[in-house]
């Protein structure tokens, strides 16, 4: 504990910022003065109304408690790069005030529970997550949804519609611009965004993320950088440090930035491809002499992630708009297979030059995904399929959204937010059975989904007056 105070007087921090998670994935954070902050508030945390957070408690039993988890050597105490005082970070857990006991709905609680329930099944003492979350930068945006008027409006200088803007005599149109689906590693100045994001990466190392590259997406205003992995509860933290920066830097430039996965039709949507891996004794369990490298487990493990992919959908992909990004042509993996390289299949094996690098990428989440439910559920997946030796069956090394009469016989992910639910109702024992996710948690989530999935359902679409009002 006094090495947290050391810190806050080292850095001369003023304030601190208490942070934890929603269901929905949101971070939420409460301000104390450094001089409100003592041992008494950080051994047995500080109270807040839980019955305020979607999903959450009742207003009868509103009460929740909030404590820091400083985690090893401060890993989890950053200093905020964007306050205007002096502000330290410090990632929280929620428990019950009165029992003490974490609180069934806190995703990093799940996330914790998760890792303890490997270790005790003795497949795997650790569990390797890394997440590459694809984004926008747009210019502006302008949106609404009411009963008499829906609409929504997106400008990005980079849009190839305005190469065909209208020339004055103050201003030339430059015309360097990604075309659709032109914009993968294009140098400056096609790629305009190369200093917002260096100065993102910057700001990430600044807040001990181990950050590795960055650059411009398939689509015109995409983007991607580059994090190393970590355990699954720090990369979910981590994740959460990557959109906070994201999003402020993006401001800082005068523009916005979202994680939305489907915002422009016609072009690629944002994926959140996470790559992932067991390992016992500092030994990797996914290294071994099957495909591409394989061991038995990652197969097993893969099997599993594969036969519940509609249910684990519910988490990778939570929104109505994921299923705008899942629909083949745009790089979309929507096909339940897995290959050495091949993109269209929803399970990648990367080329790796070190058997501690052999690793599964699952390519169907997105980045408005909570990251600690969705790194657990599929991690409960892929436990689930070697525990009871799921094959995923042969692999799949042609271009599946070309040879249509085999991709047709295989499975594929959820279609629409309602399928993933509909999964989610029918298939949760390997969620809950460990006792990770508490049915309680899950019945918020599919509430809270289903509502989002009935208010876009009943709300007419600008797209259908086109279609439909003359007819």
């Known amino acids: 504990m006094q090495t947290f105070f050391d810190f806050l007087k080292h850095h001369q921090v003023e304030f601190v910022d208490f942070r934890f998670t929603d269901l929905r994935g949101t971070?939420?954070?409460?301000?104390?003065?450094?001089?409100?902050?003592d041992d008494d508030l950080c051994t047995h945390?500080?109270?807040?109304?839980?019955?305020?957070?979607?999903?959450?408690?009742?207003?009868?039993?509103?009460d929740m408690l909030l404590k820091p988890?400083?985690?090893?050597?401060?890993?989890?105490?950053?200093?905020?790069?964007?306050?205007?005082?002096?502000?330290?970070?410090?990632?929280?857990?929620?428990?019950?005030?009165?029992?003490?006991?974490?609180?069934?709905?806190?995703?990093?609680?799940?996330?914790?529970?998760?890792i303890k329930y490997l270790q005790s099944t003795g497949l795997a003492d650790q569990a390797f997550f890394g997440p590459e979350a694809e984004f926008f930068i747009f210019d502006g945006v302008s949106f609404q949804a009411r009963p008499e008027k829906t609409s929504?409006?997106?400008?990005?200088?980079?849009?190839?519609?305005?190469?065909?803007?209208?020339?004055?005599?103050t201003s030339q149109n430059h015309g360097c611009r990604p075309s659709p689906k032109g914009g993968y590693f294009p140098v400056q100045p096609l790629d305009s965004a190369q200093d917002i994001r260096s100065e993102?990466?910057?700001?990430?190392?600044?807040?001990?993320?181990?950050?590795?590259?960055?650059?411009?997406?398939?689509?015109?205003?995409?983007?991607?950088?580059g994090v190393v992995y970590n355990t699954l509860v720090k990369g979910a933290d981590e994740l959460q440090v990557y959109k906070y920066v994201v999003r402020n830097v993006a401001r800082l430039y005068g523009k916005t930035a979202t994680f939305m996965p489907k915002p422009v039709f016609g072009d690629n949507g944002s994926g959140m491809h996470v790559h992932q891996s067991l390992w016992k004794n500092s030994e990797p369990l996914f290294s071994g002499k099957e495909y591409a490298g394989l061991s038995d487990t990652a197969l097993f493990y893969i099997g599993g992630i594969l036969k519940h992919a509609k249910s684990l959908n519910a988490f990778t992909n939570p929104t109505?708009?994921?299923y705008k990004r899942l629909v083949p042509g745009f790089e979309a993996p929507v096909i339940c297979a897995y290959s050495a390289q091949n993109r269209s299949a929803a399970c990648r094996i990367p080329l790796v030059h070190s058997p501690?690098?052999?690793?599964?990428?699952?390519?169907?989440?997105?980045?408005?995904?909570?990251?600690?439910?969705?790194?657990?559920?599929?991690?409960?997946?892929?436990?689930?399929?070697?525990?009871?030796?799921?094959?995923?069956?042969?692999?799949?090394?042609?271009?599946?959204?070309?040879?249509?009469?085999?991709?047709?016989?295989?499975?594929?992910?959820s279609g629409c937010l309602r399928e993933?639910?509909?999964?989610?109702?029918?298939?949760?024992?390997?969620?809950?059975?460990?006792?990770?996710?508490?049915?309680?948690?899950?019945?918020?989530?599919?509430?809270?989904?289903?509502?989002?999935?009935?208010?876009?359902?009943h709300h007419p679409h600008p797209l259908e007056f086109e279609l439909y009002y003359n007819t």
Not at 46 to 62: E, K, P, R, T, V
Not at 157 to 167: H, K, R
Request: net charge negative.
């Open 27 to 37: 971070w939420h954070h409460t301000t104390y003065p450094t001089s409100a902050v």
């Open 45 to 62: 945390g500080l109270l807040f109304d839980g019955s305020s957070i979607a999903g959450w408690c009742a207003i009868n039993q509103s």
């Open 69 to 114: 988890d400083f985690g090893p050597e401060l890993c989890n105490v950053r200093l905020d790069p964007f306050s205007s005082y002096p502000t330290a970070i410090v990632i929280c857990d929620v428990y019950h005030p009165l029992s003490g006991e974490p609180y069934a709905k806190d995703p990093r609680q799940v996330a914790k529970k998760c």
């Open 152 to 169: 929504y409006e997106i400008y990005s200088d980079e849009f190839p519609s305005q190469n065909g803007a209208a020339l004055g005599h």
């Open 200 to 225: 993102m990466l910057l700001k990430m190392a600044e807040m001990g993320l181990r950050v590795e590259k960055h650059h411009h997406e398939v689509a015109p205003a995409q983007h991607e950088l």
């Open 320 to 322: 109505t708009n994921s």
């Open 356 to 413: 501690k690098g052999k690793r599964v990428e699952v390519r169907f989440p997105d980045p408005s995904a909570n990251p600690y439910l969705a790194f657990s559920a599929m991690l409960l997946a892929g436990i689930d399929g070697i525990q009871n030796r799921i094959h995923p069956g042969d692999a799949q090394d042609v271009d599946l959204f070309e040879h249509k009469e085999i991709a047709k016989k295989l499975p594929t992910v």
């Open 420 to 457: 993933s639910l509909q999964a989610l109702e029918n298939d949760h024992e390997y969620l809950t059975k460990s006792g990770v996710f508490s049915k309680e948690l899950i019945d918020s989530h599919l509430e809270m989904k289903w509502q989002e999935f009935y208010r876009f359902a």
